[in-house]
């Protein structure tokens, strides 16, 4: 069974950068495709970014390209998000997604989620 397990997340002002990681333990090979998605209080689960499995494809929501960037050290098993000039709306849980081939962009077709990490953006 595949286990995610965000981390990164904080307070940070508008501006600000934050880190994100997900480390993924056992059955790696089930969640070749991963991905960052996001929820805001009232809103739905919205995809954020997305990387395969060697890293050399990327897919970015609009609302961040430019700002975010998404990595894998596949020999870490770790996802990263790496976000700059944050904003006040990127305030969010943010999670991690995969699934096995296929970069999920639809939260409907994530196998497994992280439990979730704050992120903060004051203005």
């Known amino acids: 069974q595949v286990q995610l397990v965000e981390s990164g997340g904080g307070l940070v002002q508008a501006g600000g950068s934050l880190r994100l990681s997900c480390a993924a333990f056992?059955?790696?090979?089930?969640?070749?495709?991963m991905a960052w998605f996001r929820q805001a209080p009232g809103k739905e689960r919205e995809f954020v970014a997305g990387?395969?499995?060697?890293?050399?494809?990327?897919y970015y929501a609009d609302s961040v390209k430019g700002r975010f960037t998404i990595s894998r050290d596949n020999a870490k098993n770790i996802v990263y998000l790496q976000m700059n000039s944050l904003k006040p709306e990127d305030t969010a849980v943010y999670y991690c997604?995969?699934?096995?081939?296929?970069?999920?962009?639809?939260?409907?077709?994530?196998?497994?989620w992280g439990q979730g990490t704050q992120v903060t953006v004051s203005s």
């Open positions: 056992g059955g790696i090979d089930s969640v070749n495709g």
């Open positions: 990387i395969n499995w060697s890293g050399g494809i990327t």
């Open positions: 997604g995969g699934r096995k081939w296929v970069v999920p962009k639809d939260p409907v077709t994530v196998d497994f």
